[in-house]
């Protein structure tokens, strides 16, 4: 098992920035992948960004150039800088990990993001 633990999530204005933090602790794998989903009242949970052990990134096209995400393999923590916001990126925000040889998922109880004026 693997547990996740958020910390991050919060209010912010229209074009303000935030941070998302994850840390992992458990039964670890060392072929994984980190990332942050989403899920916006009344829609389908979405990938925001993962980053793989090997430091592969991917990220769904409107989040590029306005969010990052990075890990720190000793803390186990992956961390999701996020800028620019817009309300269309008000949403519960989930962290990801994925064993990627057996594609098992843990998730993480999710933090809210809210982007209003």
């Known amino acids: 098992q693997v547990q996740l633990v958020e910390s991050g999530g919060g209010s912010v204005q229209p074009g303000g920035s935030l941070t998302l933090s994850c840390a992992a602790s458990g039964s670890m794998s060392s072929i994984n992948a980190m990332g942050w989903y989403r899920q916006a009242p009344g829609k389908q949970r979405e990938l925001v960004a993962y980053?793989?052990?090997?430091?592969?990134?991917n990220y769904t096209d409107s989040v590029k150039d306005r969010f990052t995400i990075s890990r720190d393999g000793a803390k186990n923590t992956v961390y999701l800088q996020m800028s620019s916001l817009a309300p269309a990126d008000t949403a519960v925000y989930y962290c990801?990990?994925?064993?990627?040889?057996?594609?098992?998922?843990?998730w993480g109880q999710g933090t809210q993001v809210t982007v209003s004026s």
């Open positions: 980053i793989t052990s090997g430091g592969v990134t």
């Open positions: 990801n990990y994925r064993r990627l040889l057996s594609r098992i998922d843990y």
